[in-house]
C-alpha cells in the first residue's frame, strides 16, 4: 500500500525558515508527479508547488523565490524548503502523488508563522 509520510513543520516568526519532507513508501515504482499543497482555515486547498519525475518545477506565485521544491529519487523523498516565511503562509501543507491515475495525500502538517 503506497503511503506518503510527512515531516517538518511547527511554529516560526515571520521571516523564518522551515522545511518539509515527504517520504514515499509501500511501492516500487517511483510516483513521476509530486506536489505539494496547503490548506489554510476558511479556505481551499491549493497548489503550492509541483516538481516532475525529471526535475521540472513550477510554483504559485506567492511563493516564487521564497519556496524551493527538491527531491531525492533514490530516497524516495520530496523536500518543501520555505524561506522568508509570513504569516500568509500558515496552513496545513500536504504532499501529493500521483502513480497510474490515483492520487495519495500525506497526512498534513502544521505550519504556522507568527508576526
Known amino acids: 500500500q503506497v503511503q506518503l509520510v510527512q515531516s517538518g513543520g511547527g511554529v516560526v516568526q515571520a521571516g523564518g525558515s522551515l522545511r518539509l519532507s515527504c517520504v514515499v513508501s509501500?511501492?516500487?515504482?517511483?510516483?513521476?508527479?509530486m506536489a505539494w499543497y496547503r490548506q489554510a482555515p476558511g479556505k481551499q486547498r491549493e497548489l503550492v508547488a509541483r516538481?516532475?519525475?525529471?526535475?521540472?518545477?513550477d510554483y504559485e506565485d506567492s511563493v516564487k523565490g521564497r519556496f524551493t521544491i527538491s527531491r531525492e529519487n533514490a530516497k524516495n523523498t520530496m523536500y518543501l524548503t520555505m524561506n522568508n516565511l509570513k504569516p500568509d503562509d500558515t496552513a496545513v501543507y500536504y504532499c501529493?502523488?500521483?502513480?497510474?491515475?490515483?492520487?495519495?495525500w500525506g497526512q498534513g502538517t502544521q505550519v504556522t508563522v507568527s508576526s
Open positions: 501529493k502523488g500521483r502513480m497510474f491515475g490515483n492520487d495519495y
Open positions: 516538481i516532475t519525475g525529471a526535475g521540472t518545477r
Open positions: 509501500g511501492t516500487k515504482f517511483r510516483i513521476d508527479t
